[in-house]
C-alpha cells in the first residue's frame, strides 16, 4: 500500500536559465532531456504520494576553467531554489549545491546556503573535474561540514574519460560506478571516520556498494591500520536512497547491507521520467521482505530523523 507521506531526498529542480544546459547535457549522455517547472513538480509529487521533497541541481554549474562563473552559478541557483522553499516549507527542502573542486568558494557557499538561506543540506557531485571526494585538498570542505553536522548528498555523475558508445547511457551504467567509486575514495582516505557527524547520503542504493561490500572490504587487508571489518563499517556509515533501486534483487542486497534506519526514498524526478520512477515505487511498496513499520520509515521516518524540520506532528 502506498505510503501518502513521503519525504524524497533525491529530487531535483531546473531554474529556468538552466533550462537548455541541462537539455543539453542529457543529450550528450544519451537521456531524455528532462522538463521542470514547480507546478508540474507538485502535481508529479501529489500523484507519487510524496509530501516534502528536497531539491537540488545535479549537474556542473560552468565549464571545468571557470570557477567564478561556478561561482556565480550555484549562488544562483541556491537562491532560487531558496525562495521556493520559503514560498512552500511544506512541499520543498533545498540541497544546495557547492562549486568543487573551488574548496574556498564551496566553503563560502556553504555557509552561505546553511547560515542565511536555511538549507537542509549541500550537496555535491560524486567527482568534481575528475577528483574524488576522498580527494586531501577538500579536507577543509568535510572539517567544516563536520563542524556543522551537515547532510550531504553525493549525486552521481560521468567518470572522467569519453563514453563507451557500445554501453547504455552513463546515467545507467557509468552513474552507479561512479557513485561506488567515490564512496570507496572517500572511506579509504578515511573521511568518514574522521568526520562522523557528516550524514552522507548515497544515491540509487549507493551503485554497486551493497553487493560488492564484502569483496571491497578486502582493501581492509592492504593498510596496516585498518582491517576488513574496519573498512565494512566506514561504508555502513552512509546513507542510501531507493531513487531506482525498488526491484526484487537491488532491495535485498541493499537491506543485507545497511542499516535499514539509513535508507531513504528518492525519486530522481525529473531526471528520471516520472513514469520509469513509478515503476520502481510500486516494486518498493510491493516488496515482501519488510519488518513492520520498515516501509514507513524508509518513506518518511527515517528522513525525518535526519533532518528534523520536516517532521510533522
Do not use: C
Not at 543529450?27 to 507538485?42: C, K, N, Q, Y
Amino acid at each position: 500500500m502506498t505510503d501518502p507521506t513521503r519525504i524524497d531526498v533525491h529530487q531535483h529542480l531546473i531554474p529556468p536559465e538552466r533550462a537548455r544546459a541541462m537539455a543539453g547535457r542529457a543529450a550528450g549522455l544519451g537521456w531524455p532531456a528532462p522538463v521542470w517547472d514547480e507546478a508540474s513538480a507538485l502535481a508529479m509529487m501529489d500523484r507519487r504520494s510524496i509530501a516534502t521533497g528536497v531539491l537540488s541541481y545535479a549537474a556542473p554549474l560552468a565549464a571545468p576553467d571557470d570557477p567564478e562563473g561556478a561561482r556565480t552559478g550555484a549562488r544562483s541557483v541556491n537562491e532560487y531554489t531558496a525562495e521556493l522553499v520559503k514560498n512552500r516549507p511544506d512541499r520543498f527542502g533545498l540541497f544546495a549545491v557547492l562549486p568543487l573542486p573551488d574548496v574556498d568558494g564551496a566553503l563560502a557557499e556553504a555557509a552561505h546556503a546553511l547560515d542565511e538561506l536555511n538549507a537542509d543540506g549541500v550537496m555535491v557531485l560524486s567527482n568534481a573535474q575528475g577528483r574524488y571526494l576522498g580527494d586531501p585538498e577538500f579536507e577543509p570542505l568535510w572539517a567544516e561540514l563536520d563542524r556543522r553536522s551537515a547532510v550531504v548528498l553525493v549525486h552521481p555523475t560521468a567518470p572522467p574519460g569519453p563514453p563507451d558508445p557500445a554501453l547504455p547511457p552513463a546515467p545507467l551504467v557509468d552513474f552507479p560506478y561512479d557513485t561506488t567509486r567515490t564512496a570507496l575514495h572517500l572511506a579509504m582516505r578515511g573521511v568518514p571516520r574522521r568526520h562522523p557527524r557528516i550524514r552522507m547520503i548515497l544515491p540509487h542504493a549507493g551503485g554497486f556498494l551493497p553487493y560488492a561490500a564484502q569483496r571491497l572490504a578486502l582493501a581492509g587487508h592492504l593498510d596496516p591500520d585498518t582491517t576488513p571489518e574496519d573498512f565494512l563499517a566506514d561504508l555502513r556509515r552512509f546513507y542510501f536512497d531507493t531513487a531506482l533501486a525498488g526491484s526484487p534483487a537491488t532491495l535485498p542486497s541493499l537491506l543485507a547491507f545497511a542499516d535499514p534506519e539509513r535508507v531513504l526514498f528518492g525519486s530522481d524526478f525529473p531526471m528520471l521520467p516520472e513514469e520509469w520512477g513509478t515503476g520502481f515505487d510500486n516494486g518498493l511498496d510491493g516488496y515482501a521482505g519488510w519488518d513492520p513499520g520498515q516501509l514507513h520509515a524508509i518513506n518518511r521516518g527515517n528522513a525525518e530523523a535526519l533532518i528534523p524540520r520536516l517532521a510533522t506532528g
